[in-house]
């Protein structure tokens, strides 16, 4: 997985996981408050029921002074009523008591219910029957005292089960406030790092893809300078360089095909006017040099002159047929030292090389046609030679690049003018006031037809450099 790939998975992990924990805290504090509240109702419950027992207890204690006042066994079905329905509640507040105090309060009103129906039963009940009203009012006293003894024990656990549902409620509302709480503080986490997120896919993702978008626009409405600014490491920085050397290949290749054509054009041209030239030069050359042995003095001097425009004529002639042939590449082993140092000793021969000093570093070896390429490297010595002037000096570099040799003819001259360097390699284009301007555009050619190039730009140190690159041989 890509890194940006791995970026964008921890930081959804990471959203997701906000979120994620923002909603556990509210489900566990809803759950916590859910339990509260269901303790609550059973509480409540606990104190209906004990309300109940209590008002339950008096019932039974009514029938019971009923039966006395009337001295007899009318409401003894009430009463057997009324005592089912205390044993009853007794066994309901059985099952909802908890705690140690709400068991203590359960077991006195169980033992002090057992024992006011047993003197009901056993004392008040026979001695009503008997006639015996001393007794009748003592027992009477003693059934009182176990009322108010069932009932205060009843209001005491309704008390208790009161304040349990004070301390649920209030742990409800503890709870309810610290879920609100983190819930709001993780929801407000998560959206700010949803906020930083969004502003990283957008610097991280979408910019680069609007510029690799912008720049695919440009380069389909043909603007094969279009390139893109890489100022990133990943996987977009690796696209957009992938894209600024699609771009630069391309535009290299259609700079080739209308150099190509250009050449075409001019080699169709010259092919045809070159044969009927040459023919005529030749005759006009013939006749000069024999009108030469006869002049003498002024009239020997515009032969010269003649002479010199001829042979200039034949030159421009010869560059536009070499323009106009297929460039053949025989892939011979060609060592650029010994050429260039048989070009040297050349022009330390003729009158050109009598100042400027020449110079020679490295060693190299190339596949190639060992005419043509002399032809490239004499005519940038002999430009190199002029630029420098008599007390110059001409440094030719031989060295290996990774997959090319880089012949370097550098000069001491004033280097090139930056509105001439674009048109150098242009056929025609000279800044030499005799020049034919096909010498660097013939070269040219013949280097790409080698699969290199020439390069040229001024030293910073100074003069004018050009680089001969062809692939190295294997």
Same mark, same amino acid.
């Given at each position: +997985?890509?890194?940006?790939?791995?970026?964008?998975?921890?930081?959804? $992990? @990471?959203?997701?996981?906000?979120?994620?924990?923002?909603?556990?805290?509210?489900?566990?504090? #809803?759950?916590?408050?859910? !339990? $509260?509240?269901? !303790?609550?109702?059973?509480?409540?419950?606990?104190?209906?029921?004990?309300?109940?027992?209590?008002?339950?207890?008096?019932?039974?204690?009514?029938?019971?002074?009923?039966?006395?006042?009337?001295?007899?066994?009318?409401?003894?079905?009430?009463?057997?009523?009324?005592?089912?329905?205390? #044993?009853?509640?007794?066994?309901?507040?059985?099952?909802?008591?908890?705690?140690?105090?709400?068991?203590?309060?359960?077991?006195? +009103?169980?033992?002090?219910?057992?024992? @006011?129906?047993?003197?009901?039963?056993?004392a008040i009940l026979p001695a009503l029957l008997g006639g015996d009203r001393a007794t009748v009012l003592r027992e009477h006293g003693r059934a009182?005292?176990?009322?108010?003894?069932?009932?205060?024990?009843?209001?005491? @656990?309704?008390?208790?089960?009161?304040?349990?549902?004070?301390?649920?409620?209030?742990?409800?509302?503890?709870?309810?406030?610290?879920?609100? @709480?983190?819930?709001?503080?993780?929801?407000?986490?998560?959206?700010?790092?949803?906020? $930083?997120?969004?502003?990283?896919?957008?610097?991280?993702v979408a910019l680069p893809v609007a510029r690799l978008e912008a720049g695919a626009s440009r380069l389909a409405a043909g603007d094969l300078s279009t390139r893109i600014e890489v100022d990133r490491e990943d996987e977009f920085g690796r696209l957009a360089r992938q894209f600024n050397r699609m771009t630069e290949a391309l535009q290299e290749h259609q700079q080739r095909l209308v150099q190509s054509e250009r050449l075409a054009s001019i080699g169709r041209l010259a092919a045809g006017v070159a044969h009927e030239i040459n023919n005529p030069l030749g005759v006009i050359l013939g006749y000069v040099r024999l009108l030469q042995r006869k002049a003498e003095g002024a009239l020997a001097e515009d032969l010269r002159i003649i002479e010199e425009e001829t042979l200039r004529s034949r030159d421009i002639v010869e560059g536009l047929l070499d323009l106009s042939r297929p460039q053949q590449v025989s892939g011979e082993s060609v060592d650029l030292r010994q050429m260039?140092?048989?070009?040297?000793?050349?022009?330390?021969?003729s009158a050109q090389a009598s100042g400027p000093a020449l110079l020679l570093e490295g060693q190299g070896h190339v596949a190639g046609n060992p005419r043509r390429l002399h032809q490239v490297l004499t005519n940038l010595v002999k430009n190199?030679?002029?630029?420098?002037?008599?007390?110059?000096?001409?440094?030719?570099?031989?060295?290996?690049?990774?997959?090319?040799? $880089?012949?370097?003819?550098?000069?001491?001259?004033?280097?090139?003018?930056?509105?001439?360097?674009?048109?150098?390699?242009?056929?025609?284009?000279?800044?030499?006031?005799?020049?034919?301007?096909?010498?660097?555009?013939?070269?040219?050619?013949?280097?790409?037809?080698?699969?290199?190039?020439?390069?040229?730009r001024t030293h910073p140190e100074g003069g004018a450099e050009f680089t001969l690159l062809l692939p190295r041989s294997t």
């Open positions: +997985m890509s890194g940006t790939g791995r970026k964008l998975l921890v930081a959804f $992990a @990471l959203l997701v996981l906000a979120f994620g924990a923002a909603s556990y805290a509210a489900l566990r504090g #809803l759950t916590e408050i859910h !339990q $509260a509240l269901h !303790q609550v109702k059973r509480q409540e419950t606990g104190v209906r029921t004990a309300l109940a027992l209590s008002s339950a207890v008096r019932d039974l204690y009514a029938h019971q002074a009923h039966s006395i006042i009337l001295g007899n066994e009318s409401h003894l079905p009430l009463y057997e009523e009324a005592h089912r329905r205390v #044993l009853a509640l007794l066994g309901e507040v059985q099952e909802q008591t908890a705690g140690e105090k709400a068991r203590t309060h359960l077991d006195v +009103m169980r033992r002090a219910s057992g024992e @006011l129906d047993l003197l009901f039963r056993e009182l005292e176990l009322v108010n003894l069932i009932q205060h024990h009843a209001d005491a @656990l309704a008390e208790e089960y009161e304040r349990t549902i004070g301390g649920f409620e209030e742990h409800a509302g503890a709870v309810q406030h610290a879920s609100i @709480l983190w819930t709001l503080v993780l929801f407000i986490a998560a959206a700010l790092f949803a906020l $930083a997120f969004g502003v990283y896919i957008g610097r991280s260039a140092e048989e070009i040297f000793s050349r022009l330390r021969e190199a030679v002029e630029a420098a002037g008599a007390r110059g000096r001409v440094i030719v570099a031989i060295h290996a690049l990774d997959q090319a040799l $880089a012949l370097t003819v550098r000069d001491s001259g004033p280097g090139l003018p930056p509105e001439a360097r674009e048109r150098l390699f242009e056929p025609f284009f000279t800044t030499k006031p005799h020049g034919t301007g096909l010498g660097l555009a013939v070269s040219q050619a013949i280097a790409q037809a080698h699969g290199g190039s020439i390069q040229a």
